[in-house]
């Protein structure tokens, strides 16, 4: 099963651990075989976090891996055992290492995430040492191809994706303001749309926290032109209130018409606890409330970006749709221009990534089995073209990691629950 390179020195060699026989085939072919040995796994491993160690032993991927890297498991022996049962004394021998790198490559699904953090667990818990020593690796397979004319092209990211679409949606277009008549030339949108990007990641930070983006600049003050520099959700049963607030002032006049929240921890008198839930009260019929506040760091550079891009005649009144057009996105010279009318703001980056898609052909990789041994090393394997991410051990965030292994492994459900709640806005390309 394991496909081992010819060269013996430690130091010189890399052992993949890739998800799955297709993959595993791809990258046996496609790999150096003087230094890259293969070791594709099936299915997923067992849980070491909730496992014994002794029904992990008897799992034949963990026993494959064991065997190819050649350590052996737990603590080194002059550590002793652990008293959490995690990493018992055993044969660990970080000296015994048959291989310099060890990279884990799996697919950018759902089931490639669970496999590379069920992996994560396995070498944190009885591999510790590799960790700490800077062994581990995690491959970044490219998540797009680019086909434009003859030419190839691949991508890592959204980011990089969207930042070539627009570059050639904008090439030929011009941006007039229906109100005074004015135009932004090709070279003066690159600039608009640089901002507009920027605004766009905020606008989702803003939504990660559990704001509507749009609401948000509603809530600009009439005079200063501020925007709000706080929210506070409310959660009555199912429904889900969130309020939008300039200073902390604001909050507490709130707070003091919301006692049954308890939104201000009464000992301390200033810090605001991040979630409390509330005593059911008749003034909420019984239904219990619970309060979070956010401050929003992103609010002063917001307020920024809206006065350059006003002074390029994009005033913020815009970026809620109109029910007439605001502005003409021109595509084209002469008889030949196409005029596109836009109703707002955020119309302007969609239409010249739309423009930007003509004839490019994207194919997202979902799975490592559909990049051919050739693509397979000269994306993900090649050391002078790859991407690798190390994982990093120190004593700086050991705590840390120790508490999110056992928080997304282990047996007790209500901390993942709440860390999914928490976090379930933050997944991007989720593929299930």
């Not at 003409?328 to 119309?347: D, M, N, Q, R």
Request: glycine fraction near 8%.
């Amino acid at each position: 099963k394991l496909a081992d390179c010819s060269e013996r020195d430690p130091d010189l060699t890399e052992l993949y651990i890739v998800e799955g026989d297709s993959a595993g085939g791809s990258a046996k072919q496609g790999r150096d075989r003087r230094y890259q040995a293969i070791l594709p796994i099936r299915g997923k491993l067992i849980n070491v976090e909730k496992a014994r160690l002794d029904q992990a032993l008897k799992n034949t991927e963990i026993q494959s891996m064991i065997t190819a890297i050649g350590t052996g498991i737990g603590k080194p022996k002059e550590d002793g055992a652990g008293k959490d049962g995690k990493a018992e004394e055993g044969t660990f021998d970080i000296k015994k290492l048959r291989y310099g790198r060890i990279i884990i490559m799996t697919d950018a699904d759902v089931d490639g995430s669970h496999i590379r953090v069920l992996l994560l667990t396995f070498f944190y818990r009885q591999m510790t040492e590799l960790v700490r020593a800077g062994k581990i690796y995690i491959a970044q397979p490219p998540l797009y191809q680019i086909k434009r004319k003859k030419r190839e092209e691949y991508v890592d990211d959204d980011v990089q994706l969207n930042k070539i679409l627009i570059s050639l949606g904008a090439e030929d277009v011009r941006l007039k303001n229906l109100a005074d008549g004015k135009e932004l030339s090709a070279a003066q949108l690159k600039d608009v749309l640089e901002s507009l990007e920027r605004l766009s990641k905020l606008s989702e930070s803003v939504r990660r926290h559990g704001g509507d983006f749009e609401t948000f600049l509603t809530h600009r003050d009439a005079k200063t032109g501020k925007l709000p520099a706080y929210l506070v959700k409310v959660r009555e049963g199912n429904e889900e209130m969130v309020h939008y607030f300039h200073d902390e002032r604001e909050v507490r006049a709130f707070h003091e018409a919301n006692l049954d929240l308890n939104l201000f921890d009464v000992d301390i008198g200033q810090e605001l606890l991040p979630l409390t839930t509330a005593t059911a009260t008749p003034k909420t019929g019984g239904i219990r409330r619970r309060a979070k506040k956010v401050e929003l760091h992103e609010s002063t550079t917001i307020h920024k970006l809206i006065g350059e891009l006003a002074r390029r005649g994009l005033k913020v009144d815009h970026y809620a749709a109109s029910d007439k057009p605001i502005f003409e996105l021109i595509e084209g010279e002469g008889e030949k221009a196409v005029a596109h009318p836009l109703f707002s703001i955020p119309e302007i980056h969609q239409k010249i990534v739309e423009i930007g898609r003509r004839g490019v052909q994207i194919k997202r990789f979902k799975g490592l089995g559909e990049m051919n041994a050739k693509e397979l090393f000269n994306t993900t394997m090649d050391p002078d073209k790859r991407k690798l991410l190390k994982v990093d051990l120190t004593d700086d965030n050991a705590v840390e990691a120790d508490q999110m292994f056992t928080r997304l492994m282990g047996d007790v459900v209500e901390p993942r629950r709440q860390y999914i709640e928490d976090n379930a806005l933050n997944v991007r390309n989720l593929d299930v």
